[in-house]
């Protein structure tokens, strides 16, 4: 049973990573709470380099299918980073462009 989440024995994860950083055929994922390969605060790093403060949450959708009962779900992110640096203290100044890189996701809960 998982600490996180009681009545499930284990959650399963496969990603597909696309973008820059990564073979053009993408990068290949697998993790489970089970085995421990799932860090609890489920953030996936950004493998574009120059990706500031990027990632991919799923801790939010995981919880939101536990808590709606689903067992599956096949779902594609986008990295939460931006390219280039923050510009604070000038509103004229235009926000830094997202990063492009994407997660495809196919999560199992058992």
Same mark, same amino acid.
């Given at each position: 049973?998982s600490v996180l989440y009681p009545g499930v024995? %284990?959650?399963?994860?496969? #990603?597909?990573?696309?973008?820059? +950083?990564?073979p053009e055929d993408g990068k290949p994922l697998?993790?489970?709470?089970? %085995? ?9 790093? $950004? !493998?574009?380099? !120059? $990706?500031?403060? +990027? ?5 939010? =959708?995981?919880? !939101?299918?536990?808590? !709606?009962?689903?067992? =599956?779900?096949?779902? #594609?992110?986008?990295?939460?980073? *931006? ?5 604070? +203290? ?8 997202? $990063?492009?890189? #994407? @997660?495809?996701? *196919? @999560?199992?809960?058992?």
């Amino acid at each position: 049973m998982s600490v996180l989440y009681p009545g499930v024995r %284990d959650i399963i994860v496969e #990603t597909l990573q696309r973008g820059e +950083g990564v073979p053009e055929d993408g990068k290949p994922l697998r993790l489970s709470l089970r %085995d421990r390969s799932l860090d609890p605060r489920m953030l996936l790093p $950004c !493998a574009n380099p !120059a $990706c500031r403060k +990027g990632g991919f949450w799923l801790r939010p =959708r995981v919880d !939101a299918a536990v808590r !709606a009962g689903e067992r =599956r779900l096949d779902e #594609t992110l986008r990295c939460a980073g *931006h390219l280039g640096p923050v510009r604070s +203290g000038n509103p004229e100044r235009s926000e830094p462009p997202r $990063c492009p890189n #994407t @997660l495809e996701v *196919h @999560l199992e809960i058992v």
